[in-house]
């Protein structure tokens, strides 16, 4: 609150659920590049400091440009930083939360009730984050990076790997099984890899199994993005990480698999510190000059 004195404001300490739910409501609906995500989760956690800094302050703490945080303005519709920080500014010191609605819910609505209910489990689980910290610590230094992930989980395993390749070096999606799956994996582990990241979902294909009896024997250690903690897979495995999958609707949602895996990738981007910021940064002054993406 040293800022607010300094610009001679009397301002009431704001409630912080309020705040939260004001900003979240400020950046719902934009498409916000990775290292615009960081500076709003900056923004999300520090607030009520933020709403007085200039752009220069908020990119020092972030660890990005300053023309970063000017692009993250006018990704969310602003004609400029100072106009932006007027609203934050309301954000966190005035203004009413939504309410939420409260009719009876009908059959979809209650289906994803559901799985927010699984969402919330796996928040739970990740209370104590320091095996998910060791874990994305220990596959952000293998090289190569390999990413497993057959029939159902094929998908996921796309999305990390895709993800994964704008801060790593070297990442390898392995989603075909047999005889081309032990090549690959292990030519990875004749060139230094270390670690393979298996996501296993239900039903659990027994060609998995034989992927990761495999990749042990060749010398890779196994972490595994699974949804039960007993069972074949998990004894294959080095390190486990749990997400709920959900059956209630007529096919499994996997959107607890998919926030754990997103929760990696963070994870992994805050263990490479400056090198992952980076090239984070380099991919969206790519994609900027040459105009990959279309204008908000």
């Not at 099984?177 to 090549?183: H, I, Q, R, W």
């Not at 393979?196 to 979902?201: D, E, Q, R, S, T």
């Not at 024997?217 to 495995?237: F, H, M, N």
Request: charged residues 25%; proline residues 5%; contains cysteine.
């Amino acid at each position: 609150m040293g800022r607010a004195r300094e610009t001679g404001q009397s301002l009431a300490v704001p409630d912080a659920s309020r705040v939260a739910a004001n900003l979240r409501e400020l950046f719902d609906g934009h498409r916000l590049s990775p290292s615009q995500r960081r500076i709003a989760r900056y923004l999300l956690d520090h607030a009520q400091e933020a709403a007085f800094f200039t752009s220069a302050d908020i990119a020092e703490r972030v660890g990005v440009s300053q023309p970063s945080v000017t692009r993250f303005a006018a990704a969310l519709g602003f004609r400029g930083f100072p106009e932006f920080r007027d609203t934050l500014r309301s954000s966190v010191f005035g203004g009413a939360q939504r309410s939420l609605p409260t009719e009876d819910l009908n059959e979809i609505q209650a289906l994803v009730t559901s799985e927010i209910r699984d969402l919330e489990r796996l928040r739970d689980g990740l209370r104590d984050p320091s095996q998910l910290r060791e874990v994305a610590g220990r596959l952000a230094r293998s090289r190569p990076l390999l990413v497993m992930g057959l029939r159902i989980s094929a998908p996921l395993a796309h999305l990390f790997g895709y993800l994964a390749e704008k801060v790593l070096p070297d990442v390898r999606v392995l989603d075909v099984a047999g005889s081309t799956l032990e090549d690959r994996l292990s030519r990875a582990a004749e060139s230094g890899a270390e670690w393979v990241l298996a996501i296993g979902l239900p039903r659990y294909p027994r060609e998995l199994a034989e992927g990761l009896t495999w990749a042990r024997r060749v010398g890779l250690k196994v972490a595994l993005i699974t949804d039960q903690p007993v069972g074949r897979l998990i004894d294959l495995a080095d390190e486990v990480l749990l997400a709920p999958v959900s059956s209630d609707f007529a096919f499994d949602s996997h959107a607890g698999p998919t926030v754990l895996c997103t929760a990696l990738l963070h994870t992994m981007l805050d263990s490479l510190a400056t090198e992952g910021q980076a090239q984070l940064e380099a991919f969206d002054d790519s994609a900027t000059q040459r105009q990959i993406f279309l204008p908000y």
